[in-house]
């Protein structure tokens, strides 16, 4: 019987590829290939029978990810759909100035910030907490 694929996590990524993913479905033992659309999978790990951890490949748009394995390939509609993340925009900071020995708590408002990796005041980097 044909790999089944139930589910992957997460559901989107960037187009780029590299994106982290757990495909959860049953049938993967002796799994040969994964595939997001035409595209091949990289770092594919078979965790368990029912478990596949990998990285996407570069793509676009919304693809089907399927399972290669001894008995054929996975014809289940799960799907992976490739979205660029937009730049974070900053609309406010409180407060809007600080002693230039810096120290002092600065919240930032704005959208897209979740996933930020870095804060630079100029040139500087900032802690984050």
Known sequence: ???????????QGTPAGGTPVTITGS???GAS???FGSNLATNVVVVSDTQITAKTPSGSGTVKVTVTGPSGTSTDNVFFTYTTVPA????SLAPASGPTAGGNTVTIT???LTG????LFGSNP???T
Do not use: K, L
């Not at 019987?1 to 559901?11: G, K, Q």
């Not at 974070?88 to 609309?91: E, G, K, L, Q, R």
């Not at 930020?116 to 804060?119: C, I, K, L, M």
């Open 1 to 11: 019987m044909a790999p089944v694929v139930t589910s992957v996590s997460p559901t």
């Open 27 to 29: 049938g993967f033992t």
């Open 33 to 35: 290939a994964v595939r």
């Open 88 to 91: 974070p925009t900053i609309t």
């Open 110 to 112: 704005g959208t897209n």
């Open 116 to 119: 930020a990796t870095q804060v």
């Open 126 to 128: 900032a802690t984050i």
